[in-house]
Protein backbone atom coordinates (compact mmCIF):
# COMPACT_ATOMS: atom_id res chain seq x y z
CA UNK A 1 0.00 0.00 0.00
CA UNK A 2 2.89 2.23 0.41
CA UNK A 3 4.54 1.98 -2.49
CA UNK A 4 1.92 2.60 -4.24
CA UNK A 5 1.17 6.29 -2.94
CA UNK A 6 5.24 6.87 -3.60
CA UNK A 7 4.58 6.14 -6.98
CA UNK A 8 1.47 8.05 -6.64
CA UNK A 9 3.20 11.12 -5.35
CA UNK A 10 6.46 10.77 -7.81
CA UNK A 11 3.98 10.62 -10.53
CA UNK A 12 1.91 13.74 -9.71
CA UNK A 13 5.57 14.91 -9.08
CA UNK A 14 6.90 15.00 -12.38
CA UNK A 15 3.69 15.76 -13.96
CA UNK A 16 3.58 19.07 -12.30
CA UNK A 17 7.19 19.74 -13.14
CA UNK A 18 6.52 18.63 -17.41
CA UNK A 19 3.58 21.47 -16.71
CA UNK A 20 5.96 24.20 -15.40
CA UNK A 21 8.92 23.61 -17.74
CA UNK A 22 6.17 23.55 -20.67
CA UNK A 23 4.47 26.42 -19.20
CA UNK A 24 7.86 28.26 -18.69
CA UNK A 25 8.70 27.98 -22.59
CA UNK A 26 5.45 28.83 -24.07
CA UNK A 27 5.33 32.16 -21.77
CA UNK A 28 8.86 32.09 -23.13
CA UNK A 29 7.89 32.28 -26.40
CA UNK A 30 4.60 34.38 -26.36
CA UNK A 31 7.32 37.28 -24.62
CA UNK A 32 9.93 37.02 -27.41
CA UNK A 33 7.73 39.01 -30.00
CA UNK A 34 6.44 41.95 -27.37
CA UNK A 35 9.62 42.76 -26.04
CA UNK A 36 11.04 45.55 -27.15
CA UNK A 37 14.65 46.93 -25.71
CA UNK A 38 15.50 50.46 -25.65
CA UNK A 39 18.64 52.02 -27.29
CA UNK A 40 20.09 55.17 -27.75
CA UNK A 41 21.61 56.66 -30.47
CA UNK A 42 25.36 55.63 -28.93
CA UNK A 43 24.29 52.10 -28.51
CA UNK A 44 23.07 51.91 -32.00
CA UNK A 45 26.01 53.24 -33.72
CA UNK A 46 28.55 51.16 -31.31
CA UNK A 47 26.82 47.94 -32.21
CA UNK A 48 24.25 47.84 -34.79
CA UNK A 49 21.11 45.56 -34.12
CA UNK A 50 20.21 42.98 -36.92
CA UNK A 51 18.24 44.44 -39.37
CA UNK A 52 14.98 41.99 -38.34
CA UNK A 53 15.23 43.13 -34.79
CA UNK A 54 12.79 45.35 -33.43
CA UNK A 55 14.04 47.80 -30.70
CA UNK A 56 12.97 51.42 -28.89
CA UNK A 57 15.31 54.28 -30.23
CA UNK A 58 15.04 57.33 -28.12
CA UNK A 59 16.40 60.91 -27.96
CA UNK A 60 16.46 64.70 -28.89
CA UNK A 61 15.11 64.87 -32.52
CA UNK A 62 18.06 66.98 -34.16
CA UNK A 63 17.33 70.70 -34.85
CA UNK A 64 17.60 71.07 -38.37
CA UNK A 65 17.35 67.57 -39.87
CA UNK A 66 13.52 67.72 -39.68
CA UNK A 67 12.77 66.97 -43.42
CA UNK A 68 9.01 66.32 -44.57
CA UNK A 69 8.57 64.33 -47.67
CA UNK A 70 5.60 63.52 -49.66
CA UNK A 71 2.73 62.34 -48.26
CA UNK A 72 2.78 61.35 -44.34
CA UNK A 73 6.85 60.97 -45.04
CA UNK A 74 9.19 62.29 -43.04
CA UNK A 75 12.97 61.67 -42.56
CA UNK A 76 15.14 63.52 -39.15
CA UNK A 77 18.18 62.37 -36.83
CA UNK A 78 17.52 61.32 -33.40
CA UNK A 79 20.60 62.35 -30.80
CA UNK A 80 21.83 61.55 -27.69
CA UNK A 81 24.65 64.44 -27.73
CA UNK A 82 27.15 61.20 -28.43
CA UNK A 83 25.70 60.35 -31.53
CA UNK A 84 22.80 60.82 -34.45
CA UNK A 85 20.76 58.44 -35.89
CA UNK A 86 18.92 58.75 -39.12
CA UNK A 87 15.29 57.90 -38.84
CA UNK A 88 13.04 57.52 -41.36
CA UNK A 89 9.19 57.72 -40.12
CA UNK A 90 5.85 56.92 -42.67
CA UNK A 91 2.70 58.15 -40.75
CA UNK A 92 0.91 60.82 -38.84
CA UNK A 93 3.50 62.01 -36.11
CA UNK A 94 2.13 63.37 -32.71
CA UNK A 95 0.94 67.07 -32.65
CA UNK A 96 3.18 67.62 -29.83
CA UNK A 97 6.69 66.19 -32.08
CA UNK A 98 9.37 68.71 -33.07
CA UNK A 99 13.19 69.49 -33.10
CA UNK A 100 14.95 69.78 -29.31
CA UNK A 101 12.72 67.85 -28.13
CA UNK A 102 12.40 64.22 -26.37
CA UNK A 103 11.37 60.83 -28.79
CA UNK A 104 11.13 57.11 -28.65
CA UNK A 105 10.58 55.31 -31.88
CA UNK A 106 9.99 51.63 -32.62
CA UNK A 107 11.20 49.96 -35.67
CA UNK A 108 14.41 48.70 -36.63
CA UNK A 109 17.69 49.45 -37.97
CA UNK A 110 18.28 49.06 -42.00
CA UNK A 111 21.04 49.77 -43.89
CA UNK A 112 22.07 52.72 -41.60
CA UNK A 113 18.64 53.96 -41.30
CA UNK A 114 16.32 53.68 -38.20
CA UNK A 115 12.72 52.85 -39.81
CA UNK A 116 10.05 53.54 -37.33
CA UNK A 117 6.75 52.45 -37.65
CA UNK A 118 5.45 54.11 -34.21
CA UNK A 119 6.78 57.47 -32.97
CA UNK A 120 6.03 58.73 -29.20
CA UNK A 121 6.48 62.43 -28.62
CA UNK A 122 7.11 64.03 -24.54
CA UNK A 123 3.04 65.33 -23.46
CA UNK A 124 4.56 68.54 -21.60
CA UNK A 125 7.36 71.17 -21.08
CA UNK A 126 8.98 68.93 -18.20
CA UNK A 127 8.11 65.19 -19.56
CA UNK A 128 11.04 63.23 -20.87
CA UNK A 129 10.99 59.32 -21.22
CA UNK A 130 12.97 57.60 -17.84
CA UNK A 131 14.82 55.93 -21.03
CA UNK A 132 16.01 59.09 -22.98
CA UNK A 133 16.57 60.97 -20.12
CA UNK A 134 19.44 58.29 -18.52
CA UNK A 135 20.89 57.92 -21.99
CA UNK A 136 20.96 62.01 -22.41
CA UNK A 137 22.32 61.94 -18.80
CA UNK A 138 25.03 59.47 -19.88
CA UNK A 139 26.04 61.87 -22.24
CA UNK A 140 25.86 64.53 -19.86
CA UNK A 141 23.53 66.53 -22.58
CA UNK A 142 20.69 66.45 -20.07
CA UNK A 143 20.07 68.35 -16.86
CA UNK A 144 17.00 68.00 -14.70
CA UNK A 145 15.35 71.77 -14.16
CA UNK A 146 15.15 73.06 -11.39
CA UNK A 147 11.68 72.86 -9.58
Known amino acids: MKTLKKQ???QVIAVA???LVLATVLIGTAM???INFFRSPVQVMEEPPADNEV???GGLVEEGSLVRGQGTSVTFSVTDGGASVPVSFTGVLPDLFEENQGMIGT???KDGVFVAT???AKHDETYMPKEVMDALKEQGVY???ES
Open 118 to 120: EIL
Open 107 to 109: GSY
Open 55 to 57: FRL
Open 32 to 34: QDG
Open 17 to 19: AVA
Open 143 to 145: VEP
Open 8 to 10: RRI
